[in-house]
Structure formats: C-alpha cells, structure tokens
C-alpha cells in the first residue's frame, strides 16, 4: 500500500507558475508508475504527467512544454512544476500511484489561475 499527499496548490495569475509536491508514505523504488492527473469543474479527470518506474515521463499534449514532473527518490516525492500557467489549467490536482496492479490517490489540492 501507498498513501499519498498533495500540497502546493494555491491561486496565481496567468503567466504565473507553482510546484506542486506529493509525498508518498513508502519508498519509490517498486511503484510501476506515479505522477499527476486533475479534475476540473464539470470534466472529467485527465492525466497530466506520469513517470514509470524506469524513467520513462508522459505528458499531456496541453502541458507539454510548461510542465515538468521530477522525482526525489530519497524524499520519497514527486514534483510537478507548472509554469506559464493560464485559466485552463484550473482544477485539482491528484496524485496517482501504482503499486502491485493497484491504483492509488491522494486527496487533491486546488490549482487555481485567475485574474
């Protein structure tokens, strides 16, 4: 098993940037995958970035570019840092894991880009 926090959401303004952080209550090493999906208001859920176990990253088309997923493997976490934000990319972020042929979630944090 694997629990998952998310922190560093918060409000900015286009053009803006955050790093958001998720800190996993267990060693990296033997996840098959982890990384970052988002929910927005009345849309379903979209990956985000991901990261396989032997380092292979995905990206969404709409990110690519702007976002960077990294991982610190003695902290046991993973970051997302967004840049260039803009008002699309308002939602709440989740962390994603897979361990053991299950998927696991954090409870979110709220990304919000707003004039």
């Known amino acids: 098993q694997v629990q998952l926090v998310e922190s560093g959401g918060g409000l900015v303004q286009p053009g803006e940037s955050l790093r958001l952080s998720c800190a996993a209550s267990r060693s990296l090493f033997g996840i098959e995958t982890i990384g970052w999906y988002r929910q927005a208001p009345g849309k379903q859920r979209e990956m985000v970035a991901l990261t396989k176990r032997y380092g292979s990253r995905i990206y969404a088309d709409s990110v690519k570019g702007r976002f960077t997923l990294s991982k610190d493997n003695d902290k046991n976490t993973v970051y997302l840092e967004m840049n260039s934000l803009d008002f699309d990319d308002t939602a709440v972020y989740l962390c994603?894991?897979?361990?053991?042929?299950?998927?696991?979630w954090g409870q979110g944090t709220q990304v919000t880009v707003s004039s």
């Open positions: 994603y894991a897979e361990l053991a042929q299950t998927t696991y």
